[in-house]
């Protein structure tokens, strides 16, 4: 069983237009969080969500929104996309209780803005 | 967060040793050194984390320094399947997200 999925694994887009990207975890984490890679392969926390409340928002584009039905799931959708939205967005979670911050990455979705 | 700093490339052999540096003079008391990898087209993998004693785990050895001021990860016997580029980090233990960027890491090719 997947720790950590997310869909789709690639997506291909026009600017301007709408995208969600989902991720799911079924290791009863309570804490998860988006991360973008740029070009560079750079790794950048975008997001973080403990509970289904929003804990971390990394000066990100408020046309980026995410959303946590419940502890297990957190979408990210994005609006209006930018040619520099492309890039790999990697979903993660981690076990809130306990000070070790191990942390669950999902395979990575490869958005491509044409 | 502190500061991390990696070579950006090595070598190893397989079946030797890997031994990963890392830099993080400005590391605080209550930072946690942590290493994860991440093989090509995949996400990042969680290794092995420490604060001042040196750690091991199935995975590998976590040597850090009596003024914590760098440390080492040792894969003892690195396979193909150890290439990877690996990120050092450090920042206090908690939830939350590793703030900073997890950085350009050091790209390991295991050759045969």
């Known amino acids: 069983d997947t720790a950590v999925s997310q869909t789709p694994k690639y997506l291909v887009t026009q600017m301007g237009n709408d995208k969600s990207i989902k991720c799911e975890q079924n290791l009863g984490h309570d804490t998860m969080y988006w991360y973008k890679q740029d070009s560079k392969k750079f790794l950048k926390i975008m997001f973080s969500?403990?509970?289904?409340?929003?804990?971390i928002n990394e000066t990100v584009p408020n046309r980026f929104s995410p959303k946590s039905p419940d502890k297990a799931h957190l979408n990210l959708h994005i609006n209006s996309l930018e040619l520099g939205d492309s890039a790999v967005y990697f979903c993660?979670?981690?076990?809130?209780?306990?000070?070790?911050?191990?942390?669950?990455f999902g395979p990575g979705t490869r958005l491509t803005v044409l | 967060d502190a500061k991390t700093t990696q070579p950006p490339s090595m070598d190893c052999a397989e079946g030797r040793a890997a031994n990963l540096p890392c830099n993080h003079s400005?590391?605080?008391?209550?930072?946690?050194v942590y290493w994860y990898r991440q093989i090509h087209s995949q996400g990042p993998q969680y290794i092995i984390h420490g604060l001042k004693n040196n750690e091991t785990n199935e995975m590998a050895s976590l040597i850090i320094t009596e003024d914590r001021k760098s440390s080492t990860l040792i894969l003892p016997h690195a396979t193909l399947r150890d290439t990877a580029v690996y990120y050092c980090i450090v920042r206090v233990g908690g939830t939350g997200g590793f703030k900073t960027i997890f950085g350009a890491g050091t790209r390991l090719f295991v050759k045969a």
């Open positions: 400005t590391i605080s008391g209550n930072e946690y």
């Open positions: 969500y403990n509970n289904k409340e929003l804990i």
């Open positions: 993660a979670s981690s076990q809130a209780r306990g000070i070790y911050n191990e942390q669950f």
